[in-house]
């Protein structure tokens, strides 16, 4: 290992549902949790999160496609960059995010 680098646990778990609504109409679900332990005293970072789509079959061609998403993340401890001298030292954070994608997929 080089100074500054650390090493992490990387562990996840998902639910993923799909369900055929109609024959062009799609929906799908899915939850689960990441969490990092990061070595050397990093501390660890917990994301729990859940989503929820559904997908529009127009033609053969064309997909127009909605889907949401909420992700919440807390963690612990601090991480410092290779060229820190203590200034620019990162603190995990905890925040919660609301996604909203609208997509149109065109084919050839």
Do not use: C
């Amino acid at each position: 290992m080089q100074q500054g680098t650390t090493g992490f646990t990387y562990t996840s778990a998902e639910l993923r549902v799909d369900h055929e609504y109609r024959r062009n109409v799609l929906l799908n679900a899915e939850t689960g949790v990441r969490l990092a332990e990061y070595q050397q005293n990093g501390g660890t970072q917990t994301q729990y999160y859940a989503s929820a789509g559904v997908s529009w079959l127009i033609n053969r061609k064309m997909r127009l496609t909605g889907q949401y998403t909420f992700t919440t993340q807390s963690g612990t401890g601090t991480l410092t960059p290779v060229s820190a001298t203590g200034i620019n030292t990162l603190v995990n954070g905890a925040y919660n995010q609301n996604l909203f994608l609208l997509t149109l997929h065109l084919g050839l």
